[in-house]
């Protein structure tokens, strides 16, 4: 089975200020990692993932993450967020092959203040 | 815009009503999900449809029942529900056997 830690449940940041949210996971087997976001009253939107190869994965909105398999951990940074970015941001594990199974984090609330 | 669409956005219901939400998508995909996110829990995954057939049904009550008539639509049918129901009920969709799933933009459902 997979389970996946968010670290904090909620991250206060000042607008152009850098931002990291922290994610670990476990799984006895390989799993592909996603970070997925959810503006209010809206649904999930990817923003990037990793399958394999490059462990620095680039995704929208100037989002990246880091695939470290020895922390089991996938966290994702922004050197400088904006108003735009308050949004709840959440981790999800599926084990690679087969059909999707998404199992999520908790989520981090993101707030950007001016 | 999002290609999952989801209907109705906002449903209000009584505990003896039936009501269902629909799912459709456009974009090619022929595997769908229903996932439950309430307050301060994560997101849930309820059920899987592979290829219109039934792969996964997470110990969902017997209140929810889903349907998948083809790889375009999907279903949630609703009895008999209970206030603790009440959440955000998110459709996705992915090729079966791929690696992303895509969401749509989720139907608020209000039991009362």
């Known amino acids: 089975a997979q389970s996946v830690t968010q670290l904090d449940s909620q991250v206060p940041v000042f607008e152009e200020a850098p931002v990291e949210l922290r994610c670990n996971y476990s799984?006895?087997?390989?799993?592909?990692l996603f970070w997925y976001v959810q503006y209010p009253n809206q649904g999930l939107q990817l923003l990037l993932k990793y399958l394999s190869g490059s462990t620095l994965v680039k995704g929208i909105n100037g989002f990246e993450a880091e695939f470290n398999k020895s922390q089991t951990s996938f966290h994702l940074r922004k050197p400088s967020v904006h108003i735009s970015d308050t949004a709840e941001y959440f981790c999800?594990?599926?084990?690679?092959?087969?059909?999707?199974?998404?199992?999520f984090g908790a989520g981090t609330r993101l707030a950007v203040h001016p | 815009e999002t290609g999952v669409t989801q209907t109705p956005r906002h449903l209000v219901m009584g505990m003896t009503n039936k009501k269902s939400l629909k799912c459709e998508q456009h974009l090619g995909h022929n595997a769908m999900y229903w996932y439950k996110q309430s307050a301060k829990k994560p997101l849930e995954l309820m059920f899987v449809?592979?290829?219109?057939?039934?792969?996964e049904n997470n110990s969902v009550p017997s209140r929810f029942s889903p349907e998948c008539p083809n790889s375009s639509h999907l279903f949630l049918h609703l009895h008999t529900l209970q206030p603790e129901d009440s959440a955000l009920y998110l459709c996705?969709?992915?090729?079966?056997?791929?690696?992303?799933?895509?969401f749509g933009e989720g139907s608020w459902l209000t039991v009362v």
């Open positions: 996705a969709s992915s090729l079966a056997g791929g690696n992303t799933i895509y």
């Open positions: 999800a594990v599926s084990p690679s092959g087969g059909y999707n199974k998404l199992i």
């Open positions: 799984s006895s087997v390989s799993v592909y």
């Open positions: 449809y592979s290829l219109e057939e039934r792969v």
